[in-house]
């Protein structure tokens, strides 16, 4: 259905953006049917850690990613790509606890102490980079392109966090390599949405470096502006505050 649609364009789609969610399997059809169609250039849903890292690569919930990445290297004659690595979600995994700060109860969760530095970006900076990238192709066809606002510790976000709410936060503390355990045992429970949280708290708070892009990213020869940690969490503690 989707090559249907694709070939049926009058004019013929040129690029597709992925948007598949981690541990799903419909971006490879999409890009097998972009094949079939003939399109040009295809972003795939990466948005995340680096998968293509030794720690990261062999995880189950990166399977259908990894998959993704062997499609597309088998037709690099046929259809270009571009891989685009983003850390985790800032605003949206600070607003909703995903990240281990839960801003309501005042409450941090920090995974090996909070000091290894772990990089990240804002939705809207993921936005700017799909189109920075569509119009450089010179910078970014076949490629993995790195993009971040920050990169810092939860300890740093963490210190931001009693900064801009005025108060002393509980904080919890546990491991990395306990977050893996729980993680890959949910996963085989078929609790998948656990099982992801887990590994992906593994992958970026361990220090090995699956999520952590400093020296890599590509924001400013995209020209694309990067936030400072510093306004993100406060305009965070600004929105809960509001929607209280």
């Not at 699956?210 to 400013?220: D, L, Q, R, V």
């Not at 020209?223 to 400072?228: F, K, L, N, P, Q």
Request: with cysteine; charged share 20%.
């Amino acid at each position: 259905m989707v090559a249907k649609h694709f070939r049926e364009s009058s004019t013929g789609p040129r690029i597709t953006v992925g948007n598949a969610a981690v541990g799903e399997n419909s971006d490879k059809s999409f890009i097998e049917a972009a094949l079939e169609a003939g399109v040009k250039w295809v972003i795939p849903t990466e948005f995340t850690a680096d998968i293509s890292h030794p720690f990261a690569a062999p995880l189950p919930i990166f399977a259908s990613k990894i998959a993704v990445i062997k499609l597309l290297k088998e037709n690099e004659s046929r259809i270009a790509h571009t891989f685009i690595t983003t850390g985790g979600f800032l605003d949206w995994g600070l607003d909703n606890g995903f990240l281990g700060f839960d801003i309501t109860s005042r409450t941090a969760t920090l995974y090996d102490d909070g000091k290894h530095a772990f990089s990240g970006t804002t939705l809207s900076s993921i936005g700017k980079a799909v189109v920075a990238v569509i119009h450089h192709p010179e910078l970014t066809l076949n490629r993995r392109i790195y993009i971040a606002d920050v990169t810092a510790t939860q300890q740093q976000a963490l210190d931001l966090f009693e900064k801009y709410t005025g108060t002393k936060w509980t904080v919890k503390h546990t491991s990395t390599e306990d977050e893996f355990k729980r993680g890959a045992e949910l996963f085989a429970k078929g609790d998948f949405a656990q099982g992801a949280h887990g590994y992906l708290m593994a992958v970026a708070f361990n220090g090995q470096g699956a999520c952590n892009f400093e020296g890599k990213t590509s924001n400013k020869a995209l020209g694309i502006e990067s936030i400072s940690l510093e306004q993100i969490i406060k305009e965070a503690a600004e929105r809960k505050k509001a929607a209280n």
